[in-house]
């Protein structure tokens, strides 16, 4: 059974750092893009960063683009988002999901985390 859990919101200060955690199960990383994504209230999800474990290959957002850094790890199964001078827009729920290699859409998600961000 495919499995994704995210872990490692919570609360940050504008300027602050948070590292989110996808833990997954049930499936080979290097068979998977993992992406993250956000959804604050009243707007729609948007993409944030995906990673293609096989051959490391990342992707980011522009409104994300040298803050954050998304990381795997295949011994550990778990993909990272590494945020870090977060921002208030930064505030969401955000959650990870994964795209089956040959695939266009990610067929897989995981719970979400809250992340806010405010002084």
């Known amino acids: 059974e495919v499995q994704l859990q995210a872990s490692g919101g919570g609360l940050a200060q504008p300027g602050g750092s948070l590292r989110l955690s996808c833990a997954v199960s049930g499936f080979d990383l290097d068979d998977y893009t993992i992406g993250w994504f956000r959804q604050a209230p009243g707007k729609e999800r948007e993409g944030v960063s995906c990673?293609?474990?096989?051959?490391?290959?990342?992707t980011y957002a522009d409104s994300v683009k040298g803050r954050f850094t998304i990381s795997g790890d295949s011994a550990k199964n778990t993909v990272y988002l590494h945020m870090s001078s977060l921002k208030p827009e930064d505030t969401a729920v955000y959650y990870c999901a994964a795209k089956p290699r040959g695939s266009f859409r990610y067929e897989y998600w995981g719970q979400g985390t809250q992340v806010t961000v405010s002084s």
């Open positions: 990673i293609r474990e096989r051959d490391g290959s990342s």
